[in-house]
């Protein structure tokens, strides 16, 4: 088989004979289903392919059950609750468990005919997602020879599970990694849009369920008539997975494409235009997610600049969008300065969201919800959880994570992620001095919210790896698995992903799982420690490579306030910018004292001398060494590990990574170094093992 990687998770690598013997022989796949669009449909087709290739079985498929409902013996029977007959017995036994089920949710039994007959397979899905995804764990399951259980219910932790592409319509993609769009290319919708139904169905088999297509800095290009079509027929080559689809818009586009002078959000001509707009919109998708909105951001026009507020400008959009269904504004937390004076100690990009979202709460339509990066300043290598998490409870709220690794080494770095995401997802905020971890208010558990979620910056481009790298697809599986189940174990994530994508050898599922789980620590040790940010070069505007100088001296907000003596944000209330306070009071007096910060946030909370002890006895300046010498080292094992594949895997992934690990291995040398002589010349203290600045 070709290995190009288009496949990843989903090659359904066929399974040795002798294993091929442990499982049924089947007979049909019934998928209940009239519609060739359904997803019921999509999920009888899939089981077809996956069965021809993991079992080597030819199956028909057909969409109904024969009379009397029957389950017909050996047969794979998929689909909703609904279009199940309920009058079928076996239906009758797992009532419960089906009426448990939660929206995209899903049942999948192996139920055996009589004492030993012949097995039959029922995946009912609490709607036609469900089903789908039911099919896919069913397929999951054998690709990874084990067992399909008797009884299985499964329901997501929450309804928003979503995607957003930084795609642009000329098909260059923002902080893309892996080639042009699969969307857009000199300003149109791509005709083939194979690709996109391709990506759909990897998204769905991890049972992520809409997609902003185009990049948050958007601009109007795409709400031309030949576009809307064009998103129509994205839409379409979605649908059959379950992924719908949603648009970022620019906020100025009343001005420059409706020719108005003002795009001021209460201008009557200005809610014409969007209401229009938004009807179109849904002439030709009309089950449209929604809208992304970025304003007042990084140069971006916003209600602010008409001297109205967030909430005006957020409940502009949700207002065209409730007359046309459930459509929902995804209005982005991400609103700073990026012209903050850095003479000002008092300054602090970090307090931009809860400032500006402070006093909303009330005010915003019920479909309006914010997304909110993990931490404040933007998806470094180690952040505090958003304090704004714990500021609003009547409006729901998505949380937004990062697969591409802009700050993280851009694919070209091992970064498995999920260790980095969790420090954020169980994190608990203590809110009114309740257990409130973050996964739990982002369920909408906390609050009783019946619609909020995830959404992950993903950037797949045309490459034939989707991301530039194998290995980085393990993090798109991921972001998927977490979504829907956040106490997901990072180990366990990883090492299924490693059996789907390359194989069931011991030696390459332990090898992978080892690296992956050694690299965001490895990352950051050669990157940025303390809570310091990544240190990448933000100057220059690639966030690639070491350049921590970078950091200070700029309008950017992202300081690291590092002279001669000290280094580190002051982030007080009694002393500095005032941040720590706002979390609620249990957290915030944690953070407060750098005695009880814990030392991988120590600096970005307190500014302190190079000699302050850690916890682990280290100075900080001499933690930074030593942390990058460790990082880097470890870097170096990395190829060396993988090659131990060598022969277990095909050779075309083998090399492909291996390049990658010895480029990752050298960069490390070069981070390395570029810090460790960078904050060696800042203050003078040399390193006590005589390794910085000795050649
Ligand atoms: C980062 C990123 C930008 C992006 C922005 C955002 O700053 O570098 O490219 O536009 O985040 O999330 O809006």
Redesign the pocket.
Known sequence: AKEDGLEAWLRYAPLPAEHVKHHPRFSQIVALSEANSSPVYTAGKEIQSGLSKILRQKVDVTNTLPEAAQIPASAIVVGTVDTFPSAAPAIEKIKEGVSSLKEDGFWLGARKDGNNGPAHVLIIGQNERGALYGAFEFLMLLAKDEPCPETYTSSPSAPIRWVNQ?DNLDGTI??GYAGPSVFFKDGAVLDDLTRVAQYARLMASVRLNGIIVN???SHCNLLSPTNLKGLGRIADAMRPWGVRIGVALYFDTPIELGGLSTSDPLDANVVAFWNDITTQLYEDVPDMLGYLI?AN??GQPGPLTYGRTLADGANLFARALKPHGDGIVMY?A?VYNHHLDESNWKNDRANAAVEFFDGLDDVFEDNVLVQI?YGPI??QIREPPSPLLAHLRRTQVII?FQVAQ?YLGQQSHLVYLPPLWRTILDFDLRIDGQQTLVRDVVSGERFNWKRSGYAA?VNVGNDSTWLGSHLAMSNLYAYGCYCWDPTSDERDVIQDWTRLTLSHHPTVIDTVTQLSMESWPTYENYSGNLGIQTLCDIVK?C?YGPSPAAMDGNGWGQWTRADAYAIGMDRTTATGTGYSGQYPSEVAKIFENPETTPDELLLWFHHVPYTRRLKSGKTVIQHFYDAHYDGAQDAQTFPVRWEALRGLIDDQRFKHTLFRLTYQAGHALVWRDSICNFYLAKCGIPDEHHRVGSY
């Open positions: 930084w923002e902080r990049n948050v800095n970025k951001s990084e982005r991400f990066k933007d998806f937004e802009e910056v505007t966030h």
